[in-house]
């Protein structure tokens, strides 16, 4: 069978925001090279509520930016404040004279301009932030809105909200800046070294032991069998994580081409078993959508065993 590339929309948020961000100082790195080498999205764990995650639990996406814009050859100017702070209205103003600022995680709930913001409450999101008009921001949205405008209040509420995995609140990346210009056989060096430390990590991580990597899939492919999903769950894997997961494991197998053509193979095997089993799960076929979650956690280990040989 042919592989074609895959080219439409994903929830690549922060991949999208980190790109505009450099693009604004004339810095053109494609979202899925961010996504790729931030390492964020390799790997899986069982979070506390038993929401499966295919990402590593050891990182985060705030931490996933900073990363992958280092790995690249960039600085950036990043902040964060402690809970229960004010939001840092001159500080925003300061930074937004001088260029845009990347904010986030926001609440997708109180973003009013999305038309659906009730319905995503909870959820985390990164945007771009471009100007300050009177009381309102101007931004772009990744998810589909660009040149949209967000009160200041509305900023503050989605800006201040506490995710459990994000240690402060209103986080921002603004003032990008080119100090290296790494080849690719040095990013690929970086990125490498990077995917595996943070996979020991992961595995090594006591809070999620035993709920991690191929056990943490097995555990989730178990209860899909057994058809034990309530709605809340099931949609958090056909909008979101399976989808995002597919998109993300098809990046992944373009990056490896040439450095691990194993590799490469297993993450394409990893996105058809992925869009396998969302397809699935839509129609409630709970054996079917079990039985490729399973074929996923053996994938996992495969590709969690290529990685560590990878910089043996």
């Known amino acids: 069978m042919n592989v074609n590339n895959y080219i439409g929309n994903a929830a690549y948020c922060y991949a999208n925001s980190a790109a505009m961000l450099l693009s604004s100082i004339g810095e053109h790195v494609e979202p899925g090279l961010i996504e790729v080498v931030s390492g964020f999205s390799l790997g899986a764990s069982l979070a506390s509520n038993e929401l499966l995650y295919f ?3 050891s990182s985060s996406p705030d ?3 900073t990363k992958a814009l ?9 902040q964060a ?3 229960g702070s004010c939001m840092p209205i001159e500080e925003l103003k300061a930074s937004l004279r001088v260029g845009p600022v990347m904010v986030g995680p926001l609440n ?3 973003l009013g301009y999305n038309p659906r913001h009730r319905a995503l409450e909870g959820s985390d999101h990164y945007v771009l932030l471009q100007h300050l008009e009177g009381d309102e921001v101007l931004l772009h949205d990744p998810a589909g809105f660009p040149n949209v405008y967000l009160s200041l209040d509305q900023l503050e509420e989605a800006w201040q909200y506490e995710f459990p995995w994000s240690a402060k609140v209103y986080r921002s990346w603004s003032q990008p800046e080119r100090v290296e210009r790494p080849d690719r056989a040095e990013i690929d060096r970086r990125a490498c070294a990077w995917f595996r430390s943070s996979l020991m990590e992961q595995n090594h991580n006591q809070a999620y032991a035993g709920r991690t990597g191929a056990s943490a899939i097995g555990q ?3 209860q899909i069998c057994s058809g034990e999903l309530n709605d809340n769950e099931w949609a958090h894997y056909v909008y979101f994580t399976l989808p995002v997961g597919a998109r993300r494991a098809e990046d992944y197998r373009l990056y490896f081409e040439k450095i691990s053509p194993a590799l490469s193979a297993l993450k394409h095997n990893q996105s058809l078993q992925m869009g396998a089993c969302q397809s699935r799960l839509v129609s409630r076929n709970w054996r079917e959508a079990g039985r490729w979650m399973n074929e996923l956690a ?3 280990a495969k590709i969690e065993a290529e990685l560590m ?3 043996n």
């Open 55 to 57: 990402d590593n639990v």
């Open 63 to 65: 931490y996933a930016v």
């Open 70 to 78: 280092n790995i690249l050859g960039f600085t950036v100017k990043e």
């Open 81 to 83: 404040y402690n809970p």
């Open 108 to 110: 997708m709930g109180k």
């Open 220 to 222: 989730k492919a178990e």
């Open 298 to 300: 053996d994938t996992e």
């Open 309 to 311: 040989r990878l910089m």
